[in-house]
C-alpha cells in the first residue's frame, strides 16, 4: 500500500495504527479543506468564436440544408440566445468589442486596418491576474494579433495567409512571442489539434481558452474531406437576389452602390462568382468548424471536464448570402449584425433554455468574467448574460447602438450608425451628402424591404429613433457626438 491509500492528513503508519480506519481527528479537517476547495473552485472557460457565421447558420436556428451537430449540442445542453447581435459587423472592431466590452468609438478600433495594440485591458488580462491560464488559438485580428499581451499560450494571426493549408501564424509561451512562422494543415483543424494538447497539458490553475476559427473567410478553401460536399443540392435564392433596388421603396444609394455584390471584382481571385459557389463554400467551411468543436467537446467529456468548463459559442458578425445579391458584412442589415450565441454550464444553466432578450457581443467579457467570480469594472458598456441565462429577472435592454467606420476600404461601405429596438430599426448614412436613412418595422417587414424614412405617417416614429441614436452615443460617451 502506497501513502496515497491512507486518509488525506494521516501518514502510512497512523493508518496502519488504527487499522484502516478513517481517523476523525484527520478526516474532519481534510473533509472541510475539500469543501472549501470546492466551493472557491472556478470554472474552466472557453470561448468559441466563429469567423462571420451567421444566425441562420446553425441547424439548431433552422438551416434545413447546412447541419451543425455540434454547434446545437452546445445549445441543446445549455442555453440559446435567440436574438444575438454585434455592434459592429468587422472582424478587427468586432472582437475588439469582444475583448473589452465596449463600443467601437470606446476602443479606438474602428476599422481592419488598426494596426496599434489597444490600450484597454482585456477580460482575459483580468482573468490572468484572477489566476487563471490563457491561451488563444487561431484568428485573433485585433491589432498586431494582440501578440503584446502575455498570453501564457498563443497561436495566432490576424489573416492565415492566402492558403488555409500552409498557415502563417505566431507562437509564443509566457509572452514570448515569435514569428511568423508557416505551418502544414488545413487551418482549423490543425489549430484544434494544438489547442487538444494544450488542453492535455498537467495544470494547477483553472483555464480560458479562445478557439478562435477562421473558415469560412474567404478565400472559402474548404477541407480536403469536403470537396465534394453539397454536390447536387439546390440552393434557394433569397427573395431580394434579383430586386434591382427599384422596387423597393426608398432603398438609400449608400446601400445599392456599396460593392459587396456577388459576381464582383473586391478580392481578387477571392470572389465568389455565383450564389451557389458562396453557400456551398461557406456552408462546408461550417461543417469542418463544427466538427472542430465536437472534438473539443468530446476531450472534455472523457476527460471529465466538461460540466466543470463553462462553452460560449458566438461569432464577429454575420454573412448576406445573395440578399440584395451581396455577401460579406458591415452593414446593419439583419443577415449581418445576428450570430449566433449559446452558452453551456450545466451548474448555473438549465438545459434547453431559450432566451428572446437581445444579448450583444459586449456582453461576452462582463460575462464571463462573473462566472470567474471577478469583479468588472466599470467602464465596460456590455451587461453580464447570466441572470438571463439563468432565467432569473432582470430589467433588460430595449435598444442598442450600432456603428460601422472603415470607408472607403475595398467595398465602398458608407459609414452609417443607427438604432435598434426589439421592433424598430433606424440606419443613418452620415460621411457624405446627401445625408440618407433608412427605417424599418422589423415586425411587419422582417426582410427590410419597405423604407419607411420620409413617409409623413411615420414622422414621429423617425424622431422617436434618432432622439433615442443620439441618448446611446451620449450614454457611450461617443467622441464624435457634437456638444
Aim: hydrophobic share 35%; proline share 6%; charged share 25%.
Amino acid at each position: 500500500m502506497s501513502d496515497q491509500d491512507s486518509t488525506p492528513g494521516q501518514t502510512r503508519r497512523e493508518f496502519v495504527q488504527t487499522g484502516g480506519k478513517l481517523a476523525a481527528t484527520t478526516l474532519l479537517p481534510a473533509i472541510a479543506t475539500a469543501q472549501r476547495n470546492n466551493a472557491a473552485r472556478r470554472p474552466n472557460i472557453i470561448v468559441m468564436l466563429g469567423e462571420g457565421q451567421r444566425a441562420d447558420a446553425m441547424s439548431l436556428a433552422g438551416n434545413r440544408i447546412l447541419q451543425t451537430p455540434n454547434h446545437d449540442r452546445i445549445g441543446r445542453e445549455g442555453v440559446y440566445f435567440r436574438n444575438a447581435f454585434v455592434t459592429n459587423a468587422l472582424c478587427a472592431p468586432a472582437r475588439a468589442v469582444i475583448m473589452t466590452g465596449m463600443h467601437s468609438h470606446s476602443t479606438g478600433a474602428l476599422g481592419n486596418d488598426t494596426k496599434a495594440p489597444l490600450t484597454t485591458p482585456f477580460f482575459t488580462d483580468l482573468l490572468q491576474e484572477a489566476g487563471y491560464e490563457i491561451a488563444l488559438f487561431g484568428k485573433a485580428h485585433i491589432g498586431n494579433g494582440a501578440r503584446d499581451r502575455r498570453w501564457d499560450y498563443y497561436l495566432g494571426y490576424n489573416a492565415p495567409g492566402t492558403n488555409y493549408y500552409h498557415p502563417v501564424m505566431w507562437e509564443g509561451t509566457s509572452g514570448n512571442i515569435t514569428g511568423p512562422n508557416t505551418y502544414s494543415g488545413y487551418v482549423d483543424d490543425f489549430v484544434t489539434d494544438r489547442a487538444l494538447a494544450w488542453l492535455k497539458e498537467k495544470r494547477e490553475k483553472p483555464f480560458c481558452l479562445l478557439l478562435w476559427w477562421t473558415t469560412p473567410h474567404a478565400p472559402f478553401y474548404r477541407a480536403r474531406r469536403h470537396l465534394d460536399l453539397y454536390n447536387g443540392v439546390s440552393i434557394p435564392k433569397p427573395d431580394t437576389f434579383d430586386d434591382d433596388f427599384k422596387g423597393y421603396p426608398g432603398k438609400p444609394r449608400a446601400f445599392a452602390n456599396a460593392d459587396n455584390k456577388i459576381g464582383t471584382t473586391i478580392l481578387g481571385n477571392d470572389d465568389p462568382r455565383s450564389l451557389e459557389e458562396l453557400v456551398k463554400d461557406y456552408y462546408a467551411g461550417l461543417v469542418a468548424v463544427d466538427e472542430n468543436v465536437g472534438r473539443v467537446l468530446d476531450y472534455l467529456s472523457q476527460s471529465g471536464q466538461l460540466d466543470d468548463t463553462v462553452i460560449l459559442n458566438t461569432s464577429d458578425h454575420g454573412f448576406f448570402l445573395g440578399e440584395w445579391r451581396m455577401y460579406d458584412k458591415r452593414f446593419m442589415h439583419e443577415p449581418s449584425i445576428r450570430v449566433p450565441m449559446t452558452i453551456r454550464y450545466p451548474k448555473l444553466f438549465p438545459a434547453g433554455r431559450t432566451v428572446d432578450e437581445m444579448a450583444l457581443e459586449m456582453d461576452i467579457a462582463p460575462t464571463v468574467l462573473e462566472l470567474a467570480g471577478v469583479d468588472i469594472p466599470a467602464r465596460m458598456q456590455g451587461r453580464s448574460l447570466v441572470k438571463l441565462a439563468k432565467g432569473e429577472p432582470t430589467a433588460w435592454r430595449k435598444e442598442w447602438l450600432y456603428e460601422y467606420y472603415e470607408y472607403p476600404a475595398s467595398q465602398k461601405v458608407r459609414p452609417h450608425r443607427g438604432v435598434r429596438t426589439d421592433r424598430y430599426k433606424f440606419i443613418h448614412y452620415y460621411s457624405e451628402q446627401p445625408e440618407e436613412f433608412e427605417v424599418y418595422d422589423l415586425k411587419s417587414d422582417p426582410g427590410e424591404r419597405n423604407n419607411l424614412y420620409g413617409k409623413p405617417e411615420h414622422e414621429d416614429l423617425t424622431r422617436m429613433l434618432k432622439t433615442k441614436l443620439t441618448e446611446l452615443r451620449r450614454q457611450t460617451d461617443d467622441p464624435s457626438l457634437k456638444s
